[in-house]
């Protein structure tokens, strides 16, 4: 068995990652260490740990990964071959509203994870960075030369994790790959993005609050296709390299919305502008030339993916409900009062 730590799998990506590399790697045996914060849900795999074919195979380790007497016993005892980092504060308006946590988990808690696959001779560290990281872009697409502007407290964390992480390359010669990928769109994202927290709003009949004129693009990426990326990279990728992962479906938020509206047959009343995101980056556009050199391509069309994910969550109200009407309430409140009154 080759022994894989996936960080953070409780989450969105993770999750998915974790349910995509058990079936396709029947000798990987995963451990998925994460702290539960707010965003992670133990029951998102609690298929896999239902199925005979993975229910072996897999560990959840409840631990935060900035707290070395957490991973280091980990990873002297489990003896990782590969370890992909998921784990962070992943949320750009609340990065916004209170930056410390992101910086403690993006960056220092990469730290920890890279000193311990360090001393533990690790084959091999995946770092999922983020499209993010390049900054915003008016026209053509970054490639993985660029300078990267972050320009939110999120994505200046995932940078600092970005860069620390080659530099255990270029520093110690450890085998490290980092990844910059798009906008992903799937099941089992927490409903305070974009998508599924427009799809859950729109069951609802509550207002959708599209920021500033709406005309902000980004490039969506089904989740299925992010994780191929990752595990392609892990495979096939060299040492010390950046891959970005792009789906190659850009999209103004105000697109995604209609879409959203027409697939639940609901009405276009429920859009209500609001106050824009403070330093709002307008666009975000990657290259996947490289990665595509190497054989890699996104396999999702992008309207079929949208449209199944829509119908996910329409047919998984009891994932969302209990989230939607815990502590989220009082997010929601906090971030959305003001706008949606001053709105109306
Ligand atoms: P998410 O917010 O859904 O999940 C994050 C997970 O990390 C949760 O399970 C949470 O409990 C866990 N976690 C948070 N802090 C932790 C800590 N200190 N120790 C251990 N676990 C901790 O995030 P996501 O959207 O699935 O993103 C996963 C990764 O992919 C992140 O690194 C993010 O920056 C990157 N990424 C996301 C996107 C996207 O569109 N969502 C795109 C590109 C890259
Ligand atoms: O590009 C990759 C990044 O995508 C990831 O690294 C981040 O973890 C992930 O959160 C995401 O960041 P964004 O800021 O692009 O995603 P979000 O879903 O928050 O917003 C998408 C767009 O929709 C953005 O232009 C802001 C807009 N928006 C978002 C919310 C939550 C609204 O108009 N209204 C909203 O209520």
Redesign the pocket.
């Known amino acids: 068995m080759i022994n894989v730590l996936v960080t953070g799998g409780a989450g969105f990506i993770g999750g998915n990652f974790v349910r995509y590399a058990l079936k396709k790697h029947p000798d990987w045996r995963i451990v998925n260490l994460d702290k539960l914060t707010y965003a992670g849900r133990k029951e998102n795999l609690s298929d896999i740990e239902q199925d005979p074919d993975t229910a072996s195979r897999y560990q959840f380790v409840l631990g935060d990964i900035a707290d070395a007497s957490v991973v280091d016993p980990l990873f002297d005892e489990e003896k990782f071959t590969y370890a992909f980092n998921f784990a962070?504060e992943?949320?750009?308006?609340r990065s916004i509203g209170d930056p410390g946590g992101f910086i403690q988990t993006d960056v220092y808690g990469t730290y920890v994870l890279l000193e311990a696959g360090k001393r533990n001779d690790l084959k091999r560290f995946v770092q999922i960075?983020?499209?993010?990281v390049y900054g915003s872009i008016d026209e053509g697409s970054f490639t993985e030369t660029d300078l990267i502007t972050p320009r939110?407290p999120?994505?200046a964390s995932?940078a600092g994790a970005d860069r620390l992480a080659y530099s255990y390359f270029s520093t110690y010669g450890m085998d490290v790959v980092v990844t910059r990928?798009?906008?992903?769109y799937g099941p089992y994202q927490y409903p305070?993005?974009?998508?599924p927290?427009?799809v859950t709003n729109a069951l609802e009949d509550l207002p959708?609050?599209?920021?500033?004129d709406?005309k902000?693009?980004?490039?969506w990426l089904h989740v299925d296709d992010h994780c191929s990326g990752l595990d392609f990279v892990c495979a096939k990728g060299k040492a010390g390299e950046v891959y970005n992962i792009g789906g190659g479906n850009e999209r103004m938020?105000i697109e995604?919305?209609g879409l959203i509206l027409k697939t639940l047959n609901k009405p276009d009343t429920l859009i209500k502008p609001?106050e824009?995101?403070l330093g709002?980056?307008r666009r975000?556009s990657v290259s996947t030339e490289k990665l595509q050199s190497l054989g890699w391509k996104s396999e999702k069309d992008f309207e079929t993916g949208i449209v199944e994910t829509i119908k996910w969550y329409e047919n998984n109200r009891e994932w969302w409900e209990p989230i939607k009407s815990g502590e989220y309430k009082e997010y929601y409140e906090s971030?959305?009062r003001d706008r949606l009154d001053k709105a109306s």
């Open positions: 962070a992943t949320h750009v308006d960075s983020t499209d993010e939110n999120y994505s995932k990928a798009s906008n992903n305070e993005k974009l998508v927290l427009f959708l609050p599209l920021y500033g709406g902000n693009i980004r490039d938020n995604i919305t609001v824009d995101r709002h980056d975000y971030m959305y």
